[in-house]
């Protein structure tokens, strides 16, 4: 069975720079999650999806964090435009539902310079 | 809210001996589960184990076992004749279980084990 499928892996990128980061879940699976791994610290969530639709997102920085899951499937996470402190690693996750163990990509690391 | 302690930074042992990964945690609820999961260099995270807080019997996986205190809000992790493969971080995690909108995995900082050769 593939995994969560990340990309890219690694990302450099300038202040006020916009990026992307891209998921694939695993098959079947209706939970997508996104996370923020500060260097040092444990991860923190971002956005949870249930099929395309938003179930948490109360700690997303809205003003330039925005994500999407279209057709319930892959998932696109953007940062617009970008700080020094989004430098950190972006996992994304998946799982069968909110209650079934989360799997997890191998995440993509952003650099802001 | 919620929160999850680990207090211990890094650890090292020999191969073959048994460590034990402490967490903390804070929480009002009754009705939760408790996760360790293994962050490998690799950066791929795995859950090792899991623990429903109804359950009263500790959980088990193989090498892996936990010692869940409920009234103290402890939950550490075992490691049975650890192995090279064993080398990662290692994060506790909380998480409530009610069907509302802050049922999100809560980490702790981690804690870096080194099997040592």
């Known amino acids: 069975e593939a995994g969560v499928a990340q990309s890219p892996r690694y990302k450099i990128i300038e202040k006020r720079q916009s990026v992307a980061f891209w998921c694939n879940p695993i098959?079947?699976?209706?939970?997508l999650y996104w996370y923020q791994q500060i260097l040092g610290q444990g991860p923190k969530l971002l956005i949870q999806?249930?099929?395309?639709?938003?179930?948490?997102d109360s700690q997303l920085p809205k003003d330039r964090f925005s994500a999407e899951r279209l057709k319930g499937v892959d998932s696109t996470l953007k940062i617009q435009p970008a700080k020094l402190e989004d430098s950190a690693v972006y996992l994304c996750?998946?799982?069968?539902?909110?209650?079934?163990?989360?799997?997890f990509g191998p995440g993509t690391r952003l650099t802001v310079l | 809210a919620q929160t999850v302690t680990q207090s211990q930074p890094e650890m090292s042992v020999q191969e073959a001996e048994t460590v034990t990964l402490s967490c903390t945690y804070d929480?009002?609820?009754?009705?939760?589960?408790l996760f360790w999961y293994k962050q490998p260099p690799s950066r791929q995270m795995i859950l090792v184990i899991r623990?429903?807080?109804?359950?009263?019997q500790n959980a088990t996986e193989n090498r892996f076992s936990v010692n869940f205190q409920k009234a103290a809000k402890s939950f550490s992790l075992k490691i049975s004749d650890s192995q090279l493969g064993d080398t990662a971080m290692y994060f506790c995690a909380f998480m409530n279980y009610r069907g509302g909108r802050d049922d999100k995995i809560i980490f702790g900082k981690g804690t870096r084990l080194h099997i040592l050769p």
């Open positions: 098959s079947g699976h209706a939970t």
């Open positions: 999806f249930q099929n395309n639709g938003v179930v948490d």
């Open positions: 623990q429903e807080a109804y359950k009263q």
């Open positions: 929480t009002s609820e009754s009705d939760y589960y």
């Open positions: 996750a998946s799982s069968f539902g909110r209650d079934n163990e989360q799997f």
